[in-house]
């Protein structure tokens, strides 16, 4: 469990991390409520033994005296929690609960004796649990608790996380250190990490996580691993979170000994018939299979001639019999297919809406490319009628900058999730969604995500699972305060707006793509046109030569997959906003944009300005040194010092390739790239973390 410290002023003590959003640091004397004792009947039950024990701790810490935990109020400065069941004091109130679906929590203040007590119920004592860390997150930030009933309900019934795991314990696009998951020791074992784990993310409302890589290993299916997935789900079940899995569609081959892995053979049919019963012997309440099939070498139906919903549907009918449901992802795209790669996502799952099985959502990525630092919406959004769609995201930052660079995702997400899928139209992403899925950024790191600015991206995706139209600068406000405190909240969380638009500036401007080198994706690799795969290459997704840059995507169809209203404005380059300019269009370099800027001096201003993004980022960051603890603020200088040196990398390493083409000179006023590019062609690093198929 985390180590609580009590100790008055305890916030500028050095501080590693671990605690993430929990640290219930001593409220100062104004914003301490009086509660002497919590009332909670039935303290065993799951769910209420998690909340009030997670209340306790955090009251204690917070008011700095000791509260009890009791069955009847005796004292009448109390918080009374449970359901209306099992709370007999909460059944007087006679609370109406029947709106709210049952992960909501509704909070109710009333006065007794002119004694103020805080009730905290729901329809499902995991309502209780979210209520619990909803009260304490409130004073930990130190909001108001509000005067009158207040409720919250998730508007996603799946809130994911998505481990990209392997069995060796390594972390494909990992920059966290090792997974968490020791499966070498389990299921003897369970790293009581696993318990900080669960409580973190019940804190935010996530209520599943997907233990494995969805370039999937069979062996996880294989009974032994059943029993250690069976110990980490018994661990996580107090906090409301279910276990996922990703299974590989060639698993009856490869566990199960037959010849064919193909969806309509009836032997294999049976056999994931037999493998998911086995699993739900173990874990009655598995939630499911996420995945990936005819897509970057992982096999699928189309090995067997066979569509993506024949798959998934075999696969589906298995989970069909136990409840479970199945997360079949639309990233697919191969080279043999002559069309652009932007657009293969679609044209094979749109006719396939209607023809998947009731339990099956497609698990689509925030952009039709793939995770990229700035992608329109994909056209998918919207485009399914029939079928639930769950939204993919990377907390990752395997295209930001990995661990060391800062970059805040909660205002990319919101900009995919607020986009109306019609122009003008009422319905947004959002409204289209069944729940989103996040890539873990979790690792074995002390500070879990590699970085403590990381951290509040695992907090977004949590937050705008549960309700998306928060908006992103809430959310980091309210990490902000229970990271760093309430006092330098405002600074911290202007530089975490700005900071995904500098990367997006020093990365690839205006629209620009998957610019990255090869393998780690570590720096830049504009130049790269020799993998052994066409749409893998940086040049064909940034089309420049001698004339002109970006990808015509009106051209190549792409764009008609888009709504009308959209498809006017993206269409044309005088109406396209900058930022996506070069995803839908290729200009000749002496476009001239609003500014009056060429296409040319705009990049080259790009570039820059993300470089200085992160230069005054720094400087932000300096001067809030004494008043955030002196080793949490010395780490992320150093790590904004890095992100400067590679910002400027990128900026360096980009100008003088784009030049190369397009033989123009640099713009006056901006410095001369540091290097050669040939120097910047020669960087070489084979070990970059996060690189991993294996395991
Ligand atoms: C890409 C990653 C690769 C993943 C793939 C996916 O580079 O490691 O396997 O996404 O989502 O962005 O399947």
Not at 210 to 226: E, G, H, K, Q, S
Not at 253 to 281: C, F, H, N, S
Not at 402 to 430: C, D, I, N
Not at 564 to 591: D, M, Q
């Amino acid at each position: 469990m985390l180590m609580l410290t009590v100790a008055a002023s305890s916030s500028l003590l050095a501080e590693d991390g671990y605690e993430l959003w929990m640290r219930y640091r001593l409220l100062p004397k104004s914003k301490r409520v009086a509660i002497s004792q919590i009332v909670c009947p039935n303290p065993t039950d799951r769910h209420l033994k998690e909340a009030h024990s997670e209340l306790k701790t955090g009251l204690e810490s917070m008011l700095g005296y000791s509260v009890k935990v009791g069955d009847k109020l005796t004292k009448q400065d109390g918080l009374v929690i449970g359901t209306a069941l099992s709370n007999e004091f909460i059944a007087g109130l006679n609370v109406d609960l029947r709106p709210f679906n049952d992960e909501a929590f509704v909070y109710l203040p009333t006065t007794i004796n002119g004694k103020r007590v805080h009730v905290i119920t729901g329809q499902d004592q995991l309502g209780v649990l979210y209520g619990a860390f909803w009260f304490l997150r409130q004073l930990q930030s130190g909001k108001p608790l509000p005067n009158k009933r207040y409720y919250s309900a998730p508007r996603y019934k799946l809130r994911l996380l998505n481990h990209w795991d392997n069995l060796n314990r390594s972390v494909e696009r990992g920059y966290a250190g090792q997974s968490i998951w020791d499966w070498h020791k389990l299921p003897d074992y369970v790293d009581p990490r696993i318990i900080d784990y669960a409580r973190a993310n019940a804190s935010i409302g996530i209520n599943g996580t997907v233990l494995t890589n969805v370039n999937a290993n069979a062996m996880v299916l294989r009974a032994d691993y059943i029993q250690k997935t069976k110990a980490v789900a018994d661990t996580l079940r107090p906090y409301g979170i279910k276990v996922y899995l990703t299974a590989r569609f060639s698993a009856p081959i490869e566990l199960g000994g037959l010849k064919t892995a193909d969806p309509l053979d009836p032997q294999v049919q049976q056999w994931w018939k037999d493998k998911v019963a086995e699993i739900y012997r173990e874990i009655h309440d598995f939630g499911g299979f996420v995945v990936k099939a005819n897509s970057e070498g992982q096999p699928g139906p189309q090995n067997y001639g066979r569509s993506h919903a024949e798959g998934a549907n075999m696969i589906a009918d298995a989970l069909a019999l136990e409840g479970g449901i199945l997360m079949w992802r639309a990233f697919v795209y191969d080279d043999k297919t002559p069309v652009d790669r932007a657009a293969q996502a679609y044209n094979e799952f749109k006719p396939l809406d209607g023809k998947f099985r009731s339990n099956v959502i497609v698990q689509v990525k925030n952009g039709p490319i793939d995770f990229q630092p700035r992608e329109p919406f994909s056209p998918l959004f919207g485009a399914l009628d029939k079928t639930p769609a769950l939204m993919e995201v990377q907390v990752t930052k395997e295209y930001l900058g990995f661990a060391t660079h800062l970059a805040y995702l909660g205002t990319m997400w919101q900009e995919a999730l607020a986009s109306p899928t019609r122009l003008r139209g009422k319905e947004k992403v959002l409204d289209t969604l069944t729940g989103i899925a996040g890539v873990s950024n979790i690792g074995s790191d002390r500070n879990w995500c590699g970085s403590h600015f990381d951290q509040a991206n695992w907090y977004a995706l949590g937050r705008l699972a549960w309700e998306p139209t928060l908006g992103a600068t809430k959310v980091a406000d309210e990490w902000a305060r229970l990271t760093f405190g309430t006092a330098v909240a405002k600074p911290v969380v202007s530089m975490m707006i700005r900071s995904r638009e500098a990367v997006v500036d020093y990365t690839g401007p205006l629209g620009l793509t998957h610019l990255m080198a090869t393998g780690h994706h570590y720096g830049p690799g504009p130049w790269v046109d020799n993998l052994g795969r066409a749409d893998w290459n940086p040049v064909y997704f940034h089309r420049g030569d001698r004339d002109g840059i970006g990808f015509d995507r009106v051209g190549a169809g792409t764009l008609k997959q888009y709504a009308p209203g959209w498809r006017e404005i993206w269409g044309k380059p005088e109406t396209a906003p900058e930022n996506l300019l070069l995803w839908f269009h290729h200009v000749p370099w002496s476009y001239r944009l609003l500014s009056g800027k060429t296409v040319w001096e705009e990049m080259v201003a790009r570039y820059t300005h993300g470089v200085s993004e992160v230069a005054t980022m720094r400087a932000e960051w300096a001067k809030l040194k004494g008043k955030i603890d002196a080793s949490r603020h010395l780490q992320i200088s150093e790590f904004l010092k890095i992100q400067e040196k590679e910002a400027k990398w990128w900026r360096d390493a980009s100008i003088p390739y784009w030049q190369s083409l397009n033989g123009l000179p640099l713009p006056k006023g901006f410095d001369v790239p540091e290097h050669s590019l040939d120097y910047y062609k020669s960087i070489f690093h084979p070990y970059a973390p996060g690189n991993t198929h294996t395991g």
